[in-house]
């Protein structure tokens, strides 16, 4: 059970490699704030939290925990939330099983995971497990836009030790391929509800070609100045996309690379990822779809899920042989993992698009083949809303040779995301088409705001971004162009009809406040050109994105400009007052942990945490009238720098110093700055004795935390990890800990 009060600040405990990390941080945190009386408690939105919250009918007394996610959801609306967030699992389907699995071997009496529900009670179960996969957290914690930037002492850097960056030749076959027609981008329809439209329930329903009417959803409630859109994917011509990039692929001898996120777009995109898994063994599913459809086979989970359930057939050899067989004339794909034969099409979640595009582009447009060789590759991305500003990036790499980063300027951010905005915000209004028909968007007056000829399978969306977070997200821009004096771009497509609507928005905003004439509006192809031509020259530049821009450009820019997004300074002004503070856009780094199981080696870089406490302990300060918090921030930033600067960051193989030893610096450095500042006299004596500890003991504390490394350990578990195994690991030195515990 996590703490029954609300602390001053309040750090999330969540998944993989963060929350490790957390096990040896967080003890550190909690002895220095102490020191300072501000109150710092955990509340658990792990995947595996969040999968026990939502069946505490199935779990002893011992064994119930409270719903974290429920009640941060309902504290980031008060003026006085202060949460630091750190990455979450995303959770796929396989990921999510998977996690079933694992805590019911642990005594948790869960249900299993109904894939295919018949009964009422298998479709409730279905139910909660849906709210739980995919990006159910993020969705819930922002109630406010995103402040995104790389800090000044990450960026300073990143310029006197660059990370390695590939060479692009004007030769180089890599290119990015989408539909550019009969999807998403193409199919769009837009209306801002007026107040007529917004007095009810809005309803979707779909008028099938027999005259039939099928309730998709009702009881939407959407207030007036909403932004409605709607569209819809054509799986013929994915189906034929699809076709037409494997054989454009093998005709290239590049790689096929499927680029998307199934982890954000939850509904839609794991169906997309299955007809590619399906078009690439197309001859396998023409000839056995059948069956394959009867035995409950379904392609979505990727080759992993789909290989293990035709191997359960009674004729799964001879279809694993034909498989073999048609992968053989397919071109190569793209590699997770070459040396364990993991590709592109095995899981849906483990190529995403935000990291995977710009890890492409940093490579030189490169991209690991089977043969564990670096080659060129197809970057398929089927929907064309944002394609382009990959193909952009793309060619300029290779018009202009990668980036420089000791040179390189930097991308901002300032990113609509506040109450679920735009594509993000679609998953309960997702469905794939179960007839072909009309589906219809009807308003509480009667008015139809989107109208749209659909066939059976097709992908149909709805998504919406209300007044409040536009407005919010304009003055955030125009705040941050003023501190700044960037060069300031809203990143919009006039054609589109989504961006039409913002822009009656933005527009009169830009001239109420007299710079109409100094903020640019592109579209995001343009847009992309202009800000590497930008950063090229060493400048800087402020990009306004909308929600899903937001989140791929605030990976694309920092992987090329300081090697990482795990580095990244995100501050959420929450639209009530307070404020989240998130810890960088490195994902959970699953194979951080698996390093760690096998070497003891965690190579987690904190120094998100490290950017995001600092800036927490700012915040407090202010809203509490709390010098020592200021005090504590300021040297936090202090540590941050100096560790930087003694090159104390974790290293990626065994041997050197990993995420253990960088948190010791930190203390010590962190101890250091506030023993010898001069602004709290109090705060200062009260940290000298620590830091002349941590130093008098500094030998035999690294040489306990380096006791054991290589060798395997032991969690006790994957996503529900035992935390007495897990401080063992995390925190070997007694020396250090008796220091933080004392």
């Known amino acids: 059970m ?6 001053d600040i309040i750090y999330t405990k969540t998944d993989e490699a ?15 704030l102490k020191a300072a009386n501000i109150s710092i408690g955990t509340r658990d939105i792990s995947l595996a939290g969040r999968i026990l919250a939502a069946f505490p009918e199935k779990l002893t007394d011992a064994q119930k925990i409270r719903d974290d996610l429920g009640e941060l959801g309902r504290l980031v609306k008060e003026a006085s939330a202060n949460v630091i967030k750190l990455p979450n699992i995303s959770a796929s389907v396989p990921q999510l099983v998977e996690a079933v699995t694992e805590l ?5 009496d869960i249900p299993d995971y109904p894939a295919d529900p018949q ?3 298998e479709k409730e179960t279905r139910a909660r497990y849906d709210a739980i996969k995919g990006s159910a957290v993020n969705p819930v914690l922002r109630e406010g836009n995103s402040d995104r930037r790389a800090p000044s002492s990450v960026k300073a850097y990143a310029k006197a030790n660059p990370h390695r960056m590939g060479t692009w030749s004007p030769d180089s076959k890599t290119r990015v391929s989408t539909m550019g027609a009969n999807d998403f981008r193409s199919n769009e329809t837009s209306v801002t509800l007026n107040a007529a439209q917004a007095a009810g329930p809005i309803k979707i329903e779909l008028t099938g070609d027999d005259g039939a009417v099928t ?15 709607a569209t819809f994917m054509s799986v013929a011509a994915l189906k034929t996309f ?9 005709e290239d001898g590049t790689l096929f690379s499927l680029h998307m996120k199934a982890t954000m777009m939850k509904v839609s995109d794991p169906i997309i990822f299955g007809h590619a898994v399906a078009a690439y063994l197309a001859p396998v599913f023409e000839k056995h779809g059948a069956a394959f459809k009867e035995a409950g086979i379904n392609p979505n989970g990727g080759f992993g899920t789909l290989f293990e359930a035709i191997d359960a057939l009674h004729n799964g050899t001879e279809i694993r042989t034909e498989i073999d067989a048609v992968l053989a004339d397919r071109p190569p794909l793209y590699m997770v ?4 034969g993991i590709t592109n099409l095995h899981v849906p979640s483990d190529v995403i698009i935000d990291a995977s595009m710009p890890a492409v582009i940093r490579a030189g447009g490169k991209g690991w083949g089977p043969d564990g060789k670096e080659d060129d590759t197809n970057c398929v991305i089927p929907d064309s809303s944002y394609a382009p500003v990959y193909d952009a990036a793309v060619r300029f790499s290779k018009a202009n040779d990668a980036l420089d980063p000791t040179t390189a300027g930097t991308v901002q951010n300032v990113g609509l995301m506040a109450q679920k905005a735009e594509e993000y915000g679609s998953h309960p209004t997702t469905f794939e088409i179960p007839a072909a028909g009309t589906v219809r968007v009807i308003a509480a007056n009667g008015d139809v705001l989107h109208e749209h000829q659909v066939a059976a399978g097709d992908i149909w969306r709805m998504a919406s971004t209300r007044k409040a977070p536009n407005e919010n997200w304009i003055g955030l821009a125009l705040d941050r162009m003023a501190t700044t004096g960037y060069s300031t771009i809203f990143w919009l497509d006039r054609t589109r009809a989504h961006d039409a609507e913002l822009l009656k928005y933005i527009e009169p905003a830009m001239d109420a406040a007299g710079v109409a004439d100094k903020v640019q509006i592109m579209a995001p192809e343009a847009a992309t050109t202009e800000s590497f031509s930008i950063i090229y020259k060493g400048e800087n530049t402020i990009a306004v994105t909308g929600n899903v821009l937001r989140d791929y450009l605030t990976d694309l820019f920092p992987i090329l400009e300081v090697g990482t997004s795990a580095k990244m300074l995100s501050v959420v002004k929450l639209m009530e007052g ?4 998130e810890t960088g856009a490195g994902g959970s780094a699953p194979k951080h942990v698996e390093q760690l199981l096998e070497e003891n080696h965690l190579r987690w870089d904190s120094l998100g945490e490290f950017c995001a406490l600092g800036e927490s302990l700012r915040f407090l300060s202010t809203a509490k009238s709390s010098s020592a918090a200021a005090v504590l921030g300021d040297a936090v930033d202090a540590a941050t720098e100096r560790l930087l600067r003694e090159g104390r960051s974790p290293q990626r193989k065994v041997g050197p110093p990993d995420n253990r030893d960088s948190h010791f610096w930190f203390a010590c450095y962190w101890a250091e700055a506030l023993a010898t500042q001069a602004t709290d006299p109090d705060i200062a004596a009260a940290f000298a004795d620590l830091y002349a500890a941590l130093t008098a003991k500094e030998d035999a504390i690294l040489a306990e935390l380096a006791a054991g490394r290589g060798q395997s350990v032991d969690l006790g578990g994957y996503y529900n990890t035992v935390d007495e195994k897990t401080a063992v690991v995390m925190r070997p030195s007694t020396t250090f800990n008796s220091l933080m515990d004392g």
């Open 2 to 7: 996590t703490d029954q009060t609300t602390p």
């Open 18 to 32: 963060p929350q490790l990390a957390a096990a040896s941080l967080l003890p550190i945190i909690q002895r220095f």
């Open 104 to 108: 019911q071997g642990q005594g948790y």
């Open 119 to 121: 009964t009422d009670a």
């Open 215 to 229: 309730n998709l959803k009702d009881g939407l409630s959407m207030p007036e100045g909403t932004i409605v859109d």
């Open 242 to 250: 699809y076709q037409e990039q494997i054989d454009k692929t093998l």
């Open 337 to 340: 993992n070459s040396d364990r």
């Open 578 to 581: 307070g404020g989240l503070f």
